[in-house]
Every structure is written in C-alpha cells, then in structure tokens.
C-alpha cells in the first residue's frame, strides 16, 4: 500500500488546514490514521480509525484536532482547528492490518505564532 500525504505547509497560529491522506489501494478494512513526530521527540499518535470504525484521538489534541474518511475514496483527512506552535511537526499517515503497517513520507506543518 502507498500513501500519499498532502496539506502540510507553514501556517499562522490560529488557522485551520486539512491534512489529507491518499492510498493506492482500498482501506476498508484497516486501521488508519495519522501521527506525528516534532523535533527532537518521539513519533506520537495523532488520531486514528481502528478496524471496528472507532477512532482514537490524542489528549493533547482532542477538541481541536478531527479524523474522518471516504472509503470510496481510500483517503482520511485530518482536520486541524485552532493550530498552535507546538503542533509543529511532521505528520505521518500511517495504515495497516494484522501485523503489517504501511507508512507515508510525511507532510511537515510549521506554526508560526
């Protein structure tokens, strides 16, 4: 499977731009779902689908932060309100199913306060 990630960019303290994540093939049955890795820390889940269709969102960023997805589409988004510079990071779109994880190759988002 290959993702392809997209949305990512400098954006202000405040905005709200949508990550998007693409693959090549269909989802419908996998996990799937984004994370991010800041610099100098370790990769951290964002928001996620699991298998069952529920989705897991990360404290520091429930409230603020929205997964969804088009499985006609093969595609989940992820919708980042109010974005602060510690959100600066570069964030991964991550599928997988059973043992087997596909990741894509980041889309970096940069907060400027």
């Known amino acids: 499977v290959q993702l392809q990630a997209s949305g990512g960019g400098l954006v202000q303290a405040g905005k709200s731009p949508r990550l998007s994540c693409s693959a090549s093939?269909?989802?419908?049955?996998?996990?799937m779902g984004w994370y991010r890795q800041a610099p100098g820390k370790q990769r951290e889940l964002v928001a996620i689908?699991?298998?069952?269709?529920?989705?897991t969102t990360a404290e520091a960023v429930k409230g603020r932060f929205t997964i969804s997805r088009d499985r006609a589409e093969n595609t989940v988004y992820l919708q980042m309100n109010d974005l602060q510079p510690e959100d600066t990071a570069v964030y991964y779109c991550q599928t997988g199913r059973g043992p087997f994880n596909y990741w894509g190759q980041g889309t970096l988002v940069t907060v400027s306060s």
């Open positions: 689908f699991s298998t069952d269709g529920s989705t």
């Open positions: 093939e269909s989802i419908f049955n996998n996990r």
